[in-house]
């Protein structure tokens, strides 16, 4: 399968334009280049159909590497039906803002610079939980058939605590507490 040089290089020529279109601040300039990256897939397709061959109507004295594979063109075509649905749902986006701001570019979101601009360390997120965080307090828990102080039992059941007996289970009280 030969390919034609010029189809490649308008493909490349579409899509470094419209891939520089998309990364502007203006609404429309992102319009136009998402209908060059369009128009620049479409030609892709067309390219990795192959060679031009007969419409791909079954006849007995034609031979099947004679047609033409009709999935590119099928798929070009559904191509062509995203993009100007896209291209309208854009359209709809750059009226509304140019009715709202009278303007076209992008402004940065003042809470957008501010979350950008905090550091990754919370405070919130990064406190001591207290042993004892209800609203309700406990004066004392029971435990099996003990009764304990509750900031005990919260105690307890913080890691590494040191009222918490080492000895296995079956050999040590309900709770394993001292």
Known sequence: MSINLTLLIVMGALYACGIYLILERSLTRVLLGLMLLANATNLLILATGGYAGLAPLFSKDIAAQDYNDPLPQALILTSIVISFAVTAFMLGIIYRTWVLARQDDIQDDVEDLRVAETPSFDAEDDAEVPAETSEFPLATVTAGAR?????????????????????????SPEGGGQ
């Open 147 to 171: 009764e304990m102080p509750a900031e005990d039992a919260a105690a307890e059941e913080q890691p590494g605590s040191l009222n918490v007996d080492p000895r296995p289970m079956e050999a």
